[in-house]
C-alpha cells in the first residue's frame, strides 16, 4: 500500500498561487493513477485533477485554466499548481492514489488552503 504526505498549504490572497506537493512511499508508484480532491466545509469531497500512470490529465470544470496537476515518478512526487485562486478554492486538498490493476486506493491526511484578503 502506498503511503501519502501533502505539503504546500496556506493562506494566500485571491489572484495568488500555491504549488501543493503529494510525496509517496512504501511501493512502485508507477502503477498508480494519482488525484487531488478537496473539502470545504459542509461540503462533500469532490475531485480537482488527476493523473494517470501513462501522464494523461484531466480537470474538474472550476479549475480549468488555473490548476495544473503533475507527476515526478523517480521522485515518487505529484504536484498541484494553483494559480488565480479564488476564495471558493478554500478547503482541505487531499492527495489519492490509485492502483491501475488491483483494487487499492490510499489517501493522505490533508493540507489546508485558504484563499483570502
Known amino acids: 500500500q502506498v503511503q501519502l504526505v501533502e505539503s504546500g498549504g496556506g493562506l494566500v490572497q485571491p489572484g495568488g498561487s500555491l504549488r501543493l506537493s503529494c510525496a509517496a512511499s512504501?511501493?512502485?508508484?508507477?502503477?498508480?493513477?494519482m488525484r487531488w480532491y478537496r473539502q470545504a466545509p459542509g461540503k462533500q469531497r469532490e475531485l480537482v485533477a488527476g493523473i494517470t500512470n501513462g501522464g494523461r490529465t484531466n480537470y474538474a470544470d472550476p479549475v480549468k485554466g488555473r490548476f495544473t496537476i503533475s507527476r515526478d515518478n523517480a521522485n515518487k512526487m505529484v504536484y498541484l499548481q494553483m494559480d488565480s485562486l479564488k476564495p471558493e478554492d478554500t478547503a482541505v486538498y487531499y492527495c489519492?492514489?490509485?492502483?491501475?490493476?488491483?483494487?487499492?486506493?490510499?489517501w493522505g491526511q490533508g493540507t489546508q488552503v485558504t484563499v483570502s484578503s
Open positions: 512504501g511501493t512502485v508508484f508507477n502503477y498508480y493513477h
Open positions: 489519492n492514489a490509485e492502483h491501475s490493476i488491483f483494487d487499492r486506493t490510499s
